[in-house]
Every structure is written in C-alpha cells, then in structure tokens.
C-alpha cells in the first residue's frame, strides 16, 4: 500500500472518515429505497400466506361443491349368534347404496376348485407325454421332454400377461420318489377349472387330471352348447390358439353319427357343416352379452355324445370327468403247472394247479393263509382261509374269503386276478386310501405256496382335491348364490364380503347416511375458513398504545375486499335454496364475534337426517325442471343462477334411414351390405343377406353382424410346406426345420441359422425379436411361434394354418395395430412372405337394423347428433336405399332467449353477455317451442368457490396480481439500489483519489521545505 493511502499520513487530517460521514448522508435516499423493498418483501409474503390460507378454503368448499360428499353412508352389524357379526361379515358402501335395514345368513361361502394329476416318480425327468390341452381358456403345449417342473412353469406362464388362465401350478411331494402336480383357481365359484384335451393324444387323461369318459359341459334343455367365443367368424383353430386344427374327424351328436367337424373352420362354418351334414337344424349360434361384448357359443340338438379327436372337448361341448381313483394292491404273479395247462393262474384255477415251484404243486390240503391288512382308513383287518380240498378250492374261493374279511370292517374291497396271474386287492371307495393287503401262507403240509408280496399298483387319490362352490346366502328369506366372497350385483352400492359360513345365523345390517363423515367435510371447511379469517384480522389490527399495525397489509383495499366478500356469503341467503334452509344458521354454521364460524354439528345432524334434499340443494348446485324431458348438464363459474326458459328449433335426432322396398315378399337377390361408422371408421360387411330374406331375416343378419367383435388377424400371403420324404403336405406347428422344403423339394437348413421377426404391437409399439435354429432335427416351428407370442408379450396367439402360414392374432377384441414381418438370415434357401391383415380388429358398432313394420328395413345409429353417423354401401340396392353417409342432428334451440349450441341432446350457451355463459342443459324429447324452464341453484359452496377463484387463481385472480405488481416494484427497487450503489461507490473512489493527490502534494512539499530547512542550516 502506497504510504500516501494512508489517511492523514501528512495532511493529519482524518480524511477517510469524513468521506464515510459524507457517504453515509448521501445513502440516506438508498436506504429509503432498500426499507420500501424491504416492506414490498414483507407484503408479498403476507399475501402468499393470505393466499395459501384461501386456497385452503377453496379447497375444502370444492369438496362441498360434490353431491358425493353427501351421498355417504355407514353400516352397523348385528349377529343372532354367538359369533360376532364382524366375523361373519363385513360390508363396504357405495355413493348409491342408500339405507335400509336386511337380514342376512350365510349358509356356504365360495371356495376356489383344486385339482391332482397322477404321482410321477421323478418331477425334473421328461414325461414322455405330449399333446396340447386348454387350461382357463389358455392353450397348454406338452412336448415328451416336459417334466412336471417344466409343466408347471408353462401353465403359471399361462397365467401371466392380459389374458391370464386363472389357474396356477404346483408341484407336491406326496411320499419319497412320489410328485403330483396340483392345479389351483384363482377365483372362486362352482364353474371351477375349465380344463379340456384339444388334440387326440388325451393329454388331460394322461397326466391323470380326468377319468376316461366326457360328459356334458354346459347342458341346455334341449342338449349342449360350446363354451364362449368372442367371433363367430374367426377359426376356432385362432380363437383357441391351436398350433394345428384337428380334422377328418367325425362325431355323433344325438342320433346323427358320423359328422365331421374341422376346428380350423369358423363357429358359423361348424354350425353350417353340421347341419347340413345332418340333413337338418341340429346346430346353431347363440349370442350372449357379457360385460358389453358379444359373446357366441354353438348350440347342438341332442342328449347324447361321442367325441373324436377330442374337438367336442376343444369346444367346451364336453368335459372329461374328475372321478376319484380307487387304491389298488396287487401281489405276486402267479402260474399254473404245465400238467394243469401252464399259463397263469385265474380265479377259477384250483390250489392243486399252482405252480408252487419247479412245476410241480406241493399244496397239502387243510394248509391255511393268513389275511391282513389295513382298510381304508387304516384299520386294522385279519383272518384266515382254510384249503379244504386242493382239488376243488379255487383261487376264486380264496378271492371270496378277501372280500369278506375287509367287508366285515366295514369298508368292502374286490378281490380278484389280473391278466398277468397277480392277486389284486381294489378299494370299493375312493380316494386317498390306507389299504394294505398281506397273505402268508402257513404251509402246514410242508409245501411252498406263495403269494409274494403285495404293494400298491395304483394309488387312490381325488382328481378333484376340492371343488370349486358357489357362496350362498340368504337376504331377507330370497336366497343367492354367486361365485365370489364378494358380493357387490344383489344391494345397489353395497359390497358384502362373506368371512365365515353359519347357518342360523342372522346378520342384521344396518345401513344410514353417514351424517359425522359429511360433518367432517363442513368441519374441514369451517377450519378452514377460520384460519383465513384469523390471518386477515392479524393484518388489519392497529395497537392505540403502540401506534403499530398488525402486518404489512394494514389498510390494503384488495384485502379489505376479500373480507367483505367472505362475510356477505357468510351471513348471506342462498338463492333457489328453500327458504328453510337458505343461510348457513339454518344448517348449523354461526359467525363468531370475530368473523369466523362456528360449526353446530348436532343441527347439521339432524338435517342430514330429516332434510337432506334440502340440504343437497344448499350446498351443491342443482337444475330442476317441470318437463322430465329436460335436464340439467352442467355449468361453469360464470353461470348465474334463476329460471330460465327453454326453447326448442329443432329436437335431436339419430342418423336413421327407411328402405323403400318392400321385403315382405323376401329379399330380391343376394347381395352384401356394408355400414362404416362416421365417427370411428369401423366397417362391418354384411355378405349373409341371401334371396328370400325377409325384414326380420334381413334385420336380424346385420345386427349379428354388427353385434360382432373381432380381434385383429395377421396371415402370410403363402404358406410352407414339408419335402415329399416328409409328406409334402403344410407345415404343423410340430414340423422340424430340416423337415421344410425350402425348395427344389429339399432342405438346406442349417444349425445356427437365424429367423429374425419385428413388427408392432396392439398400441402400435415396435416389437421385434429372433430364433436361432440351433438343431434342425429336433427344433420345430413351434419354437419360432413361442418366440414371437414371447416378444408380443404374450399378448397375441402364433400359430400355422392348414395351409402352412403363419398366423399372428390378437388376443383381445377391437381396433388393433398389430403388424409382423419375418426374415431369414442363413445361407440355405428359406423365405417368408409377406404376413397381411386379413381380419381388421373392431368392436361392435352402434349401430342397429329393424323394421318398420310394413316390410321395410330401417338401420339407425344409436347416439345422437351430427357426430355420430353412417355410411352404407351396397353390392347391389335391394333395400331400397341410397348408397351415401346418413348423418343425426343435433338440439337447436335457446335458453333464457340466448342461442345455445348443440351437440346431441346436449345446448350449451357460450355468451359471455348472458347470465346463462356456460350452463348446459339435456333435452331428451321430440317436442318443439316452449317446452318449459330449468331453475337453477348455485348453492353455498358454489358461489364461496367463484369467489375464492377470482382471488386465488395463480393465473388471473387478484392476489396473484398484487404479488404479481409487488414483484415489478421489488426489481424496479432492486435497479434503483444497484444504480445507486454505483453512483456511491464512484463518489468515494472520486473522493479518495483527491485526498490521495492532496497528501502527495503535501509530503512532496513538506519534502521540499525539510530540504531548504536543511540547506539553510547549513549556512
């Protein structure tokens, strides 16, 4: 630092503290500024806490604005028993649910059905067992090398994705060396697991699921029906998801044998083959609606059935049944000596005739056999058998004295010898069994008669370890029965969740309006409300003593206007509300002394109780009319309320055409008719309507049509076929790659090609993926198929069509984007063409066909309005109808004399003038001019809500818009105060650099005179 720098060095004058005294008086108009943008800061924060409180408010008079808020209820359990009701029953309620009191009982609550296979010996070795079954729906492929581990994990796969089989698998161990496999629903109801063989190699009976021998699955009164499709013009063989379709195969249904019915065909190709098959009606399609979708199921004439190839099981007209399996305890073989014929022994074979070593019988007449055992529930049993004479007693009298040993217990057995000479012991009940059988013979004549030893050849289980059970109750003596715990379709709004099963016993449920739940929400609100009340009297306070204020937004005018207001809705009468009940007194709400509210919750009680309508039309807003024809929509904030009138121009009307000829006398020719959707671009083809239709036949044809749902369907343009050595024939899911002609009637696959497959899901989503051949000789195209479904998330069903094509299908209905394209990457010769949309996936349309009643088609949308709409286009005009697009019309009309808008049956008024802007109303008649008035309350809620939004809307309320103001002042200060800070610091440095000159001229002359001093000293 320069010596100069330092203040008074030679000047002795103090000069750095004068520049900060002359600083400090110039900052004086600075520090005004920075206390402005201090206040300017303390305000906006007022105003940010103001607002927070209000949207509070806001938020809790919102919840009040709803009519659910009201429409609560509670219920209250009673038990005539000693069991609690709570542990009998629980119930949950809707907005809808009402009040009442029932009396309930639970007799049998639902259970989920349980079934076994067979006990295999290992549960990681391959089974040898192939073919392919339907579980839940859900195609189950079993390949010979499957072992019950890698079974399990292809049905609990199945379960998995969009379309789950509701059916899980486990593997149990059921002794040492012993594994079955169970299979469990996962939800309950008598209908149980839907399990069916779908190819001839009676898988289902091979794992052991079910007994040999089908039986009826869904009866009807005059035979069978199939289970439920979702087309009836898709191929089974998709619809299911069968790698191939069974064919050549002939059924009998009821005296008609020798039918052929091909699973690759449609439901409506199988209902036409048949008949005609059968020379007459013994087939036809019926329709069903299960949650809005069609469904379609074929229904057959006749009471008896005999399958083939299984494809009546594949069609869910026959089930396989899960009869329990007997124990069986089989000994030793035994033979007879060559002199008595050799061979092996039968019942009727005499003890004289056994060969009891070296082919000769040393049986000794009165020699004895000990029987015992253990029954089936593994009591003990024992007693003897007596050979009284060798040559006449038969192993048949041996069989006998079994038979009644065990009987005598209590539990009866059938004794008898099998092909192979083994004495066979078999339980005469079913199921899980204790029975043991041992016979030792005493040989008391010295001989060698033995049976062996006797173990279980087959052991006795259920098939069906627990069966599948609706719940049932009993609701004020009318019984139901459905197939959950959870019963939500018997109450309006009210769920009943089943716990424990009584019979007896009587739960008295009890349902009311929740009136301390609505309370809670006017509660919410009046803290609320009192909380901003609180915050805006702090700012308004002024101390006389101290002559202080209570915050910085004492005085404020938009303040004071947000207090007014509060307290004119407060002490304020609703308008429309009864004059009752139009002021929040009348509902229990009192205004404090200081401004806020206090909440009489015994009033508010009350009314919920005795005047809740009344109550409603308080707090929520409310559109009454004379006419039942018109009805409140909906309004915004700048509807006011009052009556107004209604006038009608023009009604709403749907898109509808008359044909004009006459079909009485049948349709003229045949001809195809299709109708797309204005507004979805759906298209449905009619090309049933044949020459000799009627109306109805007509009418009754284009609604199955448009009725119809369809997923979408993606098929190569040609198909694959096998080399001659191999058939030649298409391919099967089953074909092996070296077993493709991929031309010249040869194969030149080769281990570690690739396929390489990309497409797009349902949403349009890429998806892609590859197969890598890695031995031609055993991978098979099924491979490839389970790689692509894998890719698509499971999500779609891959499968080859009896021409060799592969085939991509969407598992579920309606508009879908699926695309696939295929790729071969390799050396050998093989391609893939073109995979093309041949079924558009849509849902049905809203559409219907009739009659006039005078022979004449009539088709109508049914929505109404300009949006909603039809084309029609036909092969060739036999209705009588225009080809061209028919569109509805829309309400015209005005409201409180204001032109409104419509759109259906929908006017909206959109007149910011009007005191009508925003208030819609529905108008369901045909009647035009004055049809009547809508009187419409805003309620309390509503109009607290207006108001709080004009001030608390971030974008236009005017809170915002003072924050908003304070923040332009709070820059413009902060500007200032830069500014001036500049200006100030270049005035000391002005100041310093002076006084800095100054003490450099003074040391330079106290230098000079020092000198001369110093020289004239010297003199």
Known sequence: MSTQMISGLASSLDWRSMIDQLIELDRRPLNLITQKKTDAANRKKAWQDINSKLASVKSAIETLRKASTFTVYQSSLSSSSSTAADDLLSVSLGSSSGSGTFEIEIQQLAQAEKLSSNNFSSKTQALGLSGEFLLGGRRINVEATDSLNALAD????ANMGTTPSGVSASVQTTAAGSYRLVLTAAATGAAGISI???????????????????????????GAESDAFTSSTTSVQTLLGLSSAPSGTTVQIGAHTDIEIDLSQSLTQIKDSINTQAGTAIASIEEESVDGATQYRLKLVGTTYVDDGNVLEALGVLAGAHASVAQVVKGEAMTKTSGAGGGVVTAATTFAQINTGSDANNVVNLDTIAISGKDHDGNTVSGSFTITDKATTTVGDLLTEIENVFDAQGFAVTATVDGSGKITVTDDTTGMSQLTVSLVTNNEGGGTLDFGAFAADTEGRARQIQAGGDARIEIDGTLI????????DVLSGVTLNLKKAEVGAIVTATLTRDADTIAASVDSFVSAYNAAVTAINKQSEYDQETKTTGGPLFGDSTLSSVRNQLLTLVIGAVSGAPSSLNTLRSVGLELSDSGGLTFDKTTFNSLVETDFDNLLSFFTVRGSSANSQLSYASSTRDTLAGSYAVNITSAAAQATVTGATDLSGGLAGNMTLTLTDALTGQAAVVSTLTAGMTADDVAAAINSELNQSYTQTLTEATGHSTVSGQGGGAITSATTWEQINT?????????????????????GASVGGYFTISNKATDTVGGLLEAIETAYDDEVNATVDDQGRIVLTDKQLGTSNITLSLSYDGEGSLSFDTVNTTTTGRYAMDITAGTDGAGHLTLTHNEYGSNYGFTIAQSVNHLGIVDQAY??????????????????????VSSAEADTNGL?????????????????SLGFSEMVERMLYSYTDSYSGYISARITGIDSSMESFDSRIELMEMRLDAKRERMVTQFVRMEKLMSTLQSQSSWLSAQTGSL
Do not use: P, W
């Open 154 to 157: 292809k049905i609990n796969l």
């Open 887 to 908: 569109a509805g019309e829309d309400v015209e009309g005005t409201i409180d004399g204001v032109a409104a808008a419509g759109s259906g049956r929908i006017l909206s």
């Open 196 to 222: 069916q063989d779908a190819s001839a190699s009676d898988i289902v009976q091979s794992l052991g699921f079910t007994s040999s021998g089908a039986s009826i699955k869904n009866a009807t009164s005059s």
């Open 920 to 936: 819609s109303i529905s108008y369901a008649g045909t009647a035009t001019g004055a049809i009547g008035s809508l009187d419409l």
């Open 481 to 488: 029965e459905r197939s959950s715990n959870s019963i939500d």
């Open 743 to 763: 031309g010249g009637d040869a194969n030149d696959l080769t281990n570690g090609d690739v396929i390489s497959f990309s497409g797009t899901n349902r949403f």
